[in-house]
């Protein structure tokens, strides 16, 4: 399993991540101009199960 926290959902992350007694996995992020974001693991996903933790902005809900 690998499990991923976002930016702006890192503490949540890692209290998850402790509770379920595993680390958080690498990633970076990248914002673009345009508002488009980008994240990339730092680490092997092919064949597992990957969860990822993020917030919705304002923005995009309303």
Do not use: N, W
Not at 12 to 28: N, Y
Not at 37 to 56: C, E, N, Q, W
């Amino acid at each position: 399993m690998r499990f991923f926290a976002l930016k702006g959902s890192e503490q949540l992350g890692a209290a998850a991540a402790r509770a379920l007694s595993i680390e958080l996995d690498p990633h970076e992020e990248r914002d673009f101009e345009d508002g488009e974001h980008k994240a990339r693991p730092l680490v092997s996903v092919r064949g597992k199960d990957v969860y990822v933790l993020g917030t919705m902005s304002k923005g995009a809900c309303g």
